[in-house]
């Protein structure tokens, strides 16, 4: 019996550039991974796998090994090699233990061309040849980089006595789409674990239109990582030849490398949020640590520097031993220790009182009651609380739209009355296959806002962002709607607006940013200094008294109230004596993914879609799976509930702030 080899792939060697204890710890079920690399919600998010598809579309006469069994596909791909002129859709090719599937191989009698395509956006003017103002190469684009370096230097070892050059293929932001319907013809099929996608019949490289991707040549860059060194171990930097040798023989004898403790490992997807008991999978994260500082588990409780909020500095504070957030100096942070002055919190207070729960008042949590009142001057009822859902496909809807433009599909609409009445009042949701939401979407949200003239919250810029760049489309569009104008002053009157050279203009009825309200003036250590509302609503239900009398009984839904909780429900709930997370209140959008990787689907995204990633990859399967009706009605039910949440939560964090104010100044 042959004995079964254990490949350093392409993707195991991106593992391994990361951090190379990862090599370790992937694939072993008894460890948690919370990874998205393999899950089909994060590549429908991104659009992955149909700009994958349109690669191989643009290559025509290409021949697919698709045999999942490596010498299978390795022999293959040999024999295809043996033509003079051939191009292969995810070439299988080995050299040693090292082990490539190339996205798209062509040769041209000794020249040979490795292209890895990724649903990445490009953009010439500003990316270039992926390198920074000092030579360096772009950190955002290394990862790529490090992949298609890797697949050249498999191949060179592999095809002896030909050229290889090697190429990134990306999506073009700059190009446009010259047909419309472009994405539905690239239909997905689930099965079980792995997704297909299904090409329209009749789809040729003429039908597809402008090509939306652009293929760079990166052999100058490869050569630069070539050259460069990984590191292998603390302290242990080798020349990438060197590096790779290391990774593959440990890989291979399934030997763990040494921890690599760095900033890095906060967002490990080997991490565990705490512990893990006997029956819950292994967490590396704990291991490496464990090991790296001779840790045992009550070392772990409390926060790390790893938990200081948007702080850069904590790899240094690694390296010098400093590990515990209450090891943390003022010095450390750059801090002089002032109390919060009238303009609130700044980030330096928030990172401190992570480390030193010393804020003024003392207690539980600190709130500035007298700061979040001058905010609030302001507000004129009623109050609307507005959330936005949206995507940016890879591969736009209609033509005359660039790639990763947004698409807004979805708002939740909550008021909240002077008498304080609450009333889930309105709601939008598109998501028919081919069909582009974005005018129809600010026509609804006009209607919904227009009835008065009461001050309208967001939380963080999304909203904001999202109305701006419906505006641009709006102005740029070559056969714009007849209500042009009165949607473009609708929107001018609730956002704020960057203008040259640096100044910004505000609506009349700018929207209020409650995350901006959170930042300044609202610390619960639960939150580790973060103000995203999924940090901050739990954080809120463990300290406010009003949240917990007003929630705590099932009064919450039904006519008038709610839009789509027919049967009430009570959100303030504990289990083993802990306050629920709301949000762990609600089905799982999926019935065929886990709750954990619904959860963790915002991970790992690219940077045009850091946003809402469970629902992106919900809008996506409603947009190009072949769903039965009463699914996706599930599916869009899930979508409006979790919506109704996000405008709910903001309310009740006004509920709670108000009530925290009117019984004091300053806790």
Not at 281 to 309: R, Y
Not at 577 to 588: I, K, N, R, S, T
Request: with cysteine; proline share 5%.
């Amino acid at each position: 019996m042959n004995q079964v080899v254990r490949y350093l792939t392409k993707s195991r060697f991106k593992l391994a550039a990361e951090c190379p204890r990862k090599l370790y710890y992937t694939g072993k079920k008894d460890y948690l991974d919370r990874s998205l690399d393999d899950s089909f919600l994060a590549a429908l998010a991104e659009g992955g796998y149909q700009v994958g598809e349109l690669a191989c579309l643009i290559h025509p006469g290409g021949i697919r090994v698709d045999d999942l069994d490596h010498q299978v596909a390795l022999a293959k791909t040999a024999e295809l090699l043996q033509q003079d002129e051939v191009t292969i859709f995810e070439a299988a090719i080995a050299a040693g233990n090292l082990f490539v599937r190339v996205d798209v191989l062509r040769k041209s009698g000794t020249r040979i061309e490795v292209i890895e395509v990724k649903a990445k956006s490009y953009n010439a003017k500003k990316d270039g040849d992926f390198k920074g103002a000092k030579g360096q190469l772009k950190s955002d684009f290394l990862p790529y980089l490090q992949d298609v370096a890797f697949q050249r230097y498999v191949a060179v070892a592999a095809l002896p006595g030909h050229q290889v050059h090697a190429f990134l293929m990306l999506v073009d932001k700059e190009q446009s789409s010259t047909v419309d319907g472009l994405n539905q013809r690239f239909k997905v099929v689930v099965e079980g674990r792995r997704l297909k996608v299904q090409v329209t019949p009749g789809t040729t490289p003429e039908s597809l239109g402008q090509c939306l991707l652009a293929k760079v040549p990166v052999d100058g860059q490869v050569d630069m990582i070539l050259s460069s060194t990984l590191a292998v171990g603390p302290a242990d930097l080798r020349p990438f030849r060197a590096a790779v040798d290391a990774f593959a023989l440990a890989y291979s004898q399934d030997t763990p490398l040494l921890p690599l403790p760095s900033s890095a490992c906060g967002g490990c997807q080997f991490k565990a949020p705490s512990w893990p008991l006997a029956e819950q999978p292994k967490s590396g994260f704990h291991e490496c640590w464990s090991q790296a500082f001779n840790w045992g588990e009550p070392d772990f409780n409390g926060s790390t520097v790893l938990d200081l909020w948007n702080f850069h500095g904590k790899t240094q504070l690694i390296d010098q031993g400093v590990l515990k957030a209450n090891q943390v100096t003022l010095d450390d942070l750059k801090f002089d220790g002032e109390e919060p002055g009238v303009d609130g919190m700044t980030r330096k207070h928030r990172q401190w009182y992570v480390c030193q729960p010393a804020w003024p008042g003392g207690g539980e949590y600190y709130f500035d009651g007298e700061g979040y009142l001058n905010a609030r001057a302001g507000w004129k009822f009623p109050l609307h609380c507005i959330d936005f859902e949206t995507s940016a496909v890879a591969i736009p809807f209609a033509s005359g739209r660039h790639p990763y433009e947004i698409t807004a599909f979805q708002f939740s609409h909550h008021v909240v009355h002077e008498d304080g009445r609450v009333e889930h009042r309105s709601e939008w949701l598109c998501a028919k296959p081919g069909v582009d939401p974005n005018i129809d979407f600010v026509r609804a949200l006009r209607d919904a806002l227009s009835n008065d003239d009461g001050t309208i919250f967001r939380w963080s810029a999304h909203e904001n962002t999202v109305l701006n760049k419906l505006r641009e489309e709006l102005l740029a569009s070559a056969a714009p709607p007849p209500d042009k104008d009165a949607l473009v002053n609708f929107i001018e009157s609730i956002t704020s607006r960057s203008v040259a050279p640096k100044g910004k203009i505000d609506g009349s009825r700018t929207m209020v940013d409650l995350c901006d309200i959170a930042e300044k003036f609202y610390f619960h250590p639960s939150t580790k200094g973060s103000n995203s509302l999924k940090k901050v609503l739990p954080a809120l239900m463990k300290s406010s008294i009003v949240l917990r009398e007003t929630y705590g009984k099932a009064t919450y839904g039904g006519k008038g109230v709610s839009l789509n909780f027919v049967e009430p429900i009570a959100w303030w709930q504990e289990r083993d004596g802990q306050v629920m997370d709301p949000y762990a209140l609600l089905p799982p959008v999926f019935d065929d993914v886990s709750r954990d990787e619904t959860d963790a689907a915002d991970e790992g995204l690219s940077e045009e879609l850091k946003e809402g990633g469970a629902a992106m990859a919900a809008y996506a399967r409603l947009q190009f799976e072949d769903l039965s009706d009463t699914r996706r009605a599930s599916i869009e039910s899930a979508l409006l509930r979790y919506c109704e949440l996000d405008t709910l939560a903001m309310v009740m964090a006004i509920q709670a702030w108000d009530h925290m104010a009117a019984t004091s100044s300053r806790t």
